[in-house]
């Protein structure tokens, strides 16, 4: 039974990609069979973050671990209608080859588009990643300018909601788990922090998410990128970046939580 | 003479929003007629930091400087082709209607929108916000994954050139003046800072950008979102978040030394 997780955040630069790789390898090196789905075909984070990890191990002679990862590109028709048939197709078709997979890993773009729903109808659990601030919470829900109180869903929330109504409606069981992890945080900035925490918080209850304590700011999520490594694959002699610090013990153990806060099906992931 | 400013990146959440706003309101308090254009039609930040700037001052009876704001609605024909003809006269009569204003400050999405191309070819000045991260930097340009050496222009590049092109095609005077601008800068991660900063440099001459300093991590630049407010309106003695910590001094620097980096035409800026 393949496990679809979808990262999704309408919000440009929320972590989708770099939370989508990190999950990935976590999985991966837990030994599960693992595929990984880039809906963004234009900026392909996710591909080229696998891209520079094979050419990493073909120029160094090593193996690491890698997910399949089956291509499912937009429509060119210029009717829409038409196009967002044809991708409709083509998802499916990428999710049927996948069967054998204990779980599909979907990068969505930092955009509405027909994939990215479609992504996210077919969704067991979504993984909403978040900067801790209030320009990207605008895209969950609105605060009232006076009185800072939360006025009502936004956009995002609408889209995870449609979703949910979606699979209800097509009658699969069980609903969608949605988690929100909190990403990008600040090791300082703690009023801020508190009061995205509150709100947050709040939120939760009110559209039915769980909320995940989530990353911090940390350039280990994102230094080793070209090299296409991640730090799950890091500590070996001949690591290119030593494992040496406080960020980088802390960062595997936010892995970790993270994964282990999805409630993943299968053996203790 | 008006002089179009756009910020543009294809790379979600590398700042264009924010950038946008506290150009917007530091051209407006150096006293100059100052319209924007928020492209960002679906995510709308732009135009909600704006109506959340009304609102505040409607609950608070104070004033405050605003941005002409026309709206340029993105077409909803089905017809791609079609879409984009109407687009193209919707933008044309929004610029058309702001021939009176100094500054027209135009906030793109982070995508590859029809829209956010026609903005590109019209600017005077791109401005191109980006997080110090190789991830974002890869919109820019391929890293060589083995010897991190720059492999060749990347997305966005691509697209600032076809921009430059079709202006030159046109027989518009004066190139796009394009500047880069490193933004969420950290205090630390001093390795990251100084690989990216290199990169950069090597870059801003191939491929013909202009490096500005840009601004650090600060939450001075975001947490005032949900009130409409920006440091710069800040320093009345009934201002909601007290001005008194090196970060906002610091800030208030940054946000200066961006304008006077863009070089724009008129009285010292
Ligand atoms: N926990 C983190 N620590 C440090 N940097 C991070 C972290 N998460 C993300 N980043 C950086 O923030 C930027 C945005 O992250 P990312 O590209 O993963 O977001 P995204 O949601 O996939 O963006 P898009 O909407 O463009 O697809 C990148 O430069 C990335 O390297
Ligand atoms: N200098 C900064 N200091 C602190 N936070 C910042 C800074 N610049 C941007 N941010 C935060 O980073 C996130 C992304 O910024 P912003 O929304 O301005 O980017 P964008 O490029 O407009 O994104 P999109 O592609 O979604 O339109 C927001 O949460 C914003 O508050
Ligand atoms: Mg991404
Ligand atoms: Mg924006």
Redesign the pocket.
């Given at each position: 039974m393949t496990h679809v997780i979808v990262l999704g955040?309408e919000k440009?630069?929320?972590?989708?990609?770099?939370a989508a790789m990190h999950v990935v390898v976590a999985l991966l090196k837990s030994g599960r069979k693992v595929a990984a789905i880039d809906l963004?075909m234009r900026?392909r984070?996710l591909s080229r973050y696998v891209e520079n990890r094979r050419k990493y191990c073909e120029s160094k002679g090593i193996d690491l671990v890698f997910p399949l990862m089956p291509e499912v590109r937009p429509s060119s028709l210029d009717s829409r209608e038409a196009a967002r048939q044809e991708e409709t197709e083509n998802f499916a078709a990428a999710l049927q080859s996948l069967a054998g997979c204990d779980f599909v890993v979907i990068d969505c773009?930092?955009a509405d588009t027909h994939l990215s729903r479609l992504a996210h109808a077919h969704a067991d659990t979504i993984v909403t990643?978040l900067n801790d601030s209030f320009v990207d919470f605008d895209l969950l829900a609105r605060l009232d300018p006076a009185t800072g109180a939360v006025a009502g869903p936004s956009l995002y929330s609408e889209m995870v909601w449609a979703a949910r109504k979606r699979r209800a409606l097509a009658g699969v069981p069980g609903g969608i788990d949605w988690v929100v992890m909190r990403?990008?945080l600040s090791a300082t900035q703690a009023r801020n922090k508190r009061e995205m925490g509150k709100k947050l918080e709040d939120l939760s209850a009110r559209i039915g998410f769980r909320l995940a304590r989530g990353?911090?700011?940390?350039?280990i999520?994102?230094e080793l990128?070209p090299m296409g490594l991640t730090l799950l694959d890091l500590g070996g002699p001949d690591a290119p970046v030593r494992l040496s610090t406080m960020s980088h013990v802390t960062a595997r153990l936010e892995i970790r939580s993270l994964v282990a806060t999805l409630k993943l099906p299968g053996r203790e992931t």
């Open positions: 955040n440009g630069g929320s972590g989708k990609s770099t963004d900026q984070s773009p930092g990643p990403n990008r990353f911090g700011d940390r350039v999520y994102r990128f």
